[in-house]
């Protein structure tokens, strides 16, 4: 059974990057798509983006300009970078397999963004 | 972005049947269909269905879902306690090219 597992921060400061990975057990990265969701607290799911193993990428318009997503086959991982982040980012950060239907969810990673 | 539209809350009894909806548009749900995700408290969410009624090894018979049109509905048999829980919608959106997602209905199960 395909497992993953988000790792990186909990707590970023204003204005810095956010930074998580995925990585990726019980089956291969090729051939799906891998996607990044978050919900802030209290809140519903919000789609980041997705990348396929082969390194295309779409992003959510309104995050676009401050999200990169990519992708490392040898290691089995895949990665979120949220630039100049603010309090609204607050979130517990989600990887999961797929792009347009999701099926398999990381436990989520909660990141605070806070001075 | 455009999101779907949820009910905020929905309650009914043990062994009862509920009904929850999920309305969007012809860019989304009326063109590509709605999945259904569980999610407990504290807890990542849990795919129960895709494309309408396509449900993943494991997902019980008593999850069911349909669409007319616009709007995707998920059907629950014979509640249960472990039923309670927020239940969202996703779709596709052809026009956005952006997944889009409900706000989330929270069951009750009285």
């Known amino acids: 059974q395909v497992q993953l597992q988000e790792s990186g921060p909990g707590l970023v400061k204003p204005s810095e990057t956010l930074s998580l990975t995925c990585t990726v057990s019980?089956?291969?990265?090729?051939?799906?798509?891998w996607s990044w969701i978050r919900q802030p607290p209290g809140k519903g799911l919000e789609w980041i983006g997705y990348?396929?193993?082969?390194?295309?990428?779409n992003y959510s318009p309104s995050l676009k300009s401050r999200v990169t997503i990519s992708v490392d086959t040898s290691k089995n991982q895949f990665s979120l970078k949220l630039t100049s982040v603010t309090a609204a980012d607050t979130a517990v950060y989600y990887c999961a397999r797929g792009g347009m239907i999701v099926d398999y969810w990381g436990q989520g990673a909660l990141v605070t963004v806070s001075s | 972005q455009a999101g779907l539209t949820q009910p905020p809350s929905v309650s009914k009894g043990l062994r009862q049947t509920a009904t929850l909806t999920c309305t969007g548009n012809?860019?989304?749900?009326?063109?590509?269909?709605a999945a259904w995700l569980q999610q407990h408290q504290g807890h990542p969410p849990k795919l129960l269905s895709y494309?309408?009624?396509n449900r993943p090894s494991g997902i019980s018979e008593r999850f069911s879902a349909s669409r007319s049109g616009n709007t995707a509905s998920l059907t629950i048999t014979g509640l249960q306690p472990e039923d309670e829980a927020d239940y969202y919608c996703s779709a596709w959106d052809s026009s956005l090219s952006a997944l889009v997602f409900g706000g989330g209905t929270k069951l009750t199960v009285l």
């Open positions: 990348i396929y193993y082969s390194g295309n990428t």
């Open positions: 012809s860019n989304n749900v009326g063109n590509q269909g």
């Open positions: 494309r309408n009624n």
């Open positions: 019980g089956g291969s990265i090729s051939s799906y798509y």
